[in-house]
C-alpha cells in the first residue's frame, strides 16, 4: 500500500497531525513576533570609567554610553569599594540612544587605603529612572 492510500484511508489521523503541526508553528511565530515588538524598547548602557588621585583621595570620570534603542534617564550612580560606599551621585541626566554622558564622582577613599589590595575591585551600581540596576566590576586602575 502506498502512502497516497494510506492518507486516503486514514483522513482524520492526518488531519491531527497538520492541525497539530499548524498550532506548534503558529506559536513558534507568535513568540517570535513579541520578541521582535520589544526590540525598539531595549535598554542598555555600557560605562568607561576613569579613575584618578586628587589631594590622596580618588575620584572616578564615568562616561556612561546608551547602547540600546530606548531613552535612559540616570538616577543615581553609587561607588562601592569592599561593600562600603566611597562615592554617590544623585544628578539626574538622560542619555539618548548611541549617545555619551559625563559624570564625575569624588570618592572617600584614600591611597593608603589600598596600598596592599593588588586587586582592587570597585562595584558601579546605576539606577536609571524606572528603577532598573546595572551593575559593574571595575579594577582600580590608573588611567
Known sequence: MNI???CNTNV???NAILSISTLFISCIAIV???KVAYIPYKKRIQISPTFGI???KFYLELIIANSG???IGISSI???YRDTDIGTNFKQKF???SKTEYFFIDMDL???EIKYDKNAIVKIEICDTEDKKYKFKVGLVMG
Open 54 to 56: 586628587k589631594n590622596d
Open 95 to 97: 542619555v539618548e540612544p
Open 78 to 80: 553609587i561607588v562601592y
Open 32 to 34: 517570535c513576533s513579541i
Open 110 to 112: 584614600k591611597q593608603e
Open 69 to 71: 534603542n530606548k531613552l
Open 4 to 6: 497516497i492510500e494510506w
Open 12 to 14: 482524520g489521523f492526518v
